[in-house]
Each structure stands twice: as structure tokens, then as C-alpha cells.
């Protein structure tokens, strides 16, 4: 049961496998296989992920173009809120991108963008206007978008195994 070992630059002594010296168990890939089909809530939560995304790239945009054509009180603020709204749209679409190739390191931007939607969609809530359905709205895609990232089976087609579920390293 010996591991072959190699030479490192420095003259240490390295497991074999990566070039790093990480080997297979301390970076596990997910337990699915390419073959198997994509959980419907994990593509749904892809879906819900880059909808915020769109959402987040057409707001961007529109305020981009007001403050640039429009007579904002703040030219500079508009034009610099448009280009936040849509740097801010890059979480969610590579987090969208992540869960739809299965890549495990994708459910914590796609949580985080959901935590973050939640305050944003009291506050729409808290407004006398023409905001309270898009509050309403993004409240119930934040909602639903966590439920579906935190289900067991997203867990399991992203090969994210829970506390206690670690293989024993003996």
C-alpha cells in the first residue's frame, strides 16, 4: 500500500497525482456522472439565477441610457448606478453558469445573490408605488431560488456532501 512519490523542485518529497501534491481524495469530484440527467430544480435554479441576472443587466442598462439621454438631477450617479446594476449581474450569471454545469463552487454565489435579493424586495415592499409588484416578485424568485439550492437533491448533483457525510481519511 505504498503511494509513489516524486521529487518536488525544492527537493521535498511529494504524493504523486496533481503536480500541487493534492490528490484525488482531498479535491473529490461530484459523486454523478456526465451521463446522468441534471435535477430539474438544479436546472430551475440555474434558470431563476440568470432570470436576476437579465433582470439586474436590464436595469443597468436603462438607467445607463436615462442618465446618459435623460435629464437626471445626477447625471454621474445615474450613469455610475447603471454601471454597478450591471457588474452586480455578474454574480448571479456565473453562478447561473456554475449550476448548470454542475460545478459545486456555484451554490454559494447563487445563495448569496438570493440573501441579497431579500432585503432589496422589503424595501420595494415598503414603497407607495408602482415598486410593490416587482418587490412581490423578487421576493418570491429569492424565496423560491433558495429552496431549490438547498434541496437535497441540488446538494447531491453538485456533489456537495453535508456535515458528517466527510469519507473517513484513515
Do not use: F
Request: charged letters at 15%; aromatic letters at 2%.
Amino acid at each position: 500500500m505504498g503511494e509513489e512519490v516524486a521529487d518536488t523542485p525544492r527537493g521535498g518529497r511529494r504524493p504523486d497525482g496533481y503536480p500541487s501534491g493534492v490528490s484525488a481524495e482531498q479535491n473529490p469530484t461530484p459523486q454523478t456522472s456526465a451521463a446522468e440527467p441534471r435535477p430539474a430544480r438544479l436546472t430551475a435554479a440555474a434558470a431563476l439565477a440568470g432570470l436576476e441576472a437579465l433582470a439586474l443587466i436590464g436595469g443597468g442598462v436603462w438607467m445607463l441610457v436615462l442618465g446618459l439621454t435623460g435629464s437626471p438631477d445626477d447625471r454621474q450617479q445615474a450613469v455610475t448606478g447603471g454601471i454597478t446594476l450591471i457588474v452586480l449581474a455578474l454574480l448571479p450569471l456565473l453562478a447561473a453558469r456554475g449550476l448548470l454545469l454542475r460545478r459545486s463552487w456555484s451554490r454559494g454565489p447563487a445563495v448569496i445573490t438570493q440573501i441579497m435579493a431579500l432585503p432589496v424586495a422589503y424595501n420595494l415592499l415598503q414603497a407607495d408605488s408602482i415598486a410593490i409588484p416587482g418587490g412581490i416578485a423578487l421576493a418570491v424568485v429569492a424565496v423560491a431560488a433558495l429552496v431549490l439550492l438547498v434541496n437535497p437533491a441540488t446538494t447531491r448533483a453538485l456533489g456537495i456532501r453535508g456535515p458528517g457525510n466527510a469519507t473517513d481519511r484513515k
